[in-house]
């Protein structure tokens, strides 16, 4: 299993993580498997939408502040159950096919990392399933 580091800025913010997961899957040589990220926070989450246009993101973040405000009828005494809810609903975890040592996505598709109780240092623990991973 291997960590990737992520630092965030904002309370809530998607990072596009591609290029990072993309160049750990070159410096360990992985050909063809599965690619499992999985975050190991309770407020924070993995996605995979379109990269092109930053207002995708932009648009993904405004509106779930909509659908779940910050403060609304919680009684989570910490103050982000927003935070908790959102990363329920966008969940822990991507499983990435990896072929001939690419990450595969579709044209527009990027992989975000999803911050919603930042800015904070978070961890992305990535294992490699495959003819050549360990």
């Known amino acids: 299993m291997h960590t990737l580091s992520i630092r965030t800025s904002e309370r809530e ?13 070159n410096a ?6 599965m690619l ?8 924070g989450a993995v996605t995979i939408n379109e990269g092109a246009d930053p207002d995708v993101k932009r648009d993904i973040a405004v509106n779930m502040a909509k659908l779940v405000p910050l403060r609304g009828d919680y009684r989570h005494a910490e103050g982000n159950s927003d ?11 991507q499983m990435l ?7 595969m ?24 399933i495959g003819n050549n991973g360990a």
Request: some cysteine; aromatic content about 14%; charged content about 15%.
């Open 83 to 93: 935070a908790h809810i959102k990363t329920s609903l966008f969940g822990p975890a």
């Open 36 to 43: 499992l990220l999985y975050c190991p926070h309770t407020t």
């Open 28 to 33: 360990q040589g992985w050909q063809g498997g």
């Open 13 to 25: 913010q998607l990072i596009d993580i591609t290029r990072e997961v993309q160049n750990l899957v």
């Open 105 to 128: 996505l579709g044209t527009w598709q990027v992989i975000y990392f999803c911050e919603f109780d930042g800015p904070r240092q978070r961890k992305l623990w990535a294992k490699f």
């Open 97 to 103: 096919i990896v072929e001939n040592g690419e990450v």
